[in-house]
């Protein structure tokens, strides 16, 4: 089990930047993949940025260029972290913070967070 807390988010203005957090704490040494996702109203849910436990990481082309992704890992937590820069009215959106653990038999589980609310204010 992982447990995961969210934390961040807000208002800004368009141009500004806000910075997320997810920190899981449990079953870490299973986490294979830590990622943040967001969901505006009326759309589905998207990925927005992914990172390994290796270091590799993917970005939505919507993205690209303004959003870091990174992790750390101490005191028996695994937090991921999304750097948001030069956000725009469209990154408007709940986000969620999510990870992915393997079993030894290859069982993939999904955790997520509760979400937080991103609003940027043209």
């Known amino acids: 089990q992982v447990q995961l807390v969210e934390s961040g988010g807000g208002l800004v203005q368009a141009g500004g930047s806000l910075r997320l957090s997810c920190a899981a704490s449990g079953s870490i040494s299973s986490i294979n993949t830590l990622g943040w996702y967001r969901q505006a109203p009326g759309k589905q849910r998207e990925l927005v940025a992914g990172?390994?436990?290796?270091?590799?990481?993917?970005?939505a082309d919507s993205v690209k260029g303004r959003f870091t992704i990174s992790s750390s890992r101490d005191n028996g937590k695994n937090t991921v972290y999304l750097q948001m820069n030069s956000l725009k009215p469209e990154d408007t959106a709940v986000y969620y913070c999510?990870?992915?653990?393997?079993?030894?038999?290859?069982?993939?589980?999904?955790?997520w967070g509760q979400g937080t609310q991103v609003t940027v204010s043209s």
């Open positions: 999510n990870v992915e653990t393997y079993t030894p038999r290859g069982t993939l589980y999904t955790y």
């Open positions: 990172i390994t436990t290796y270091g590799s990481t993917n970005y």
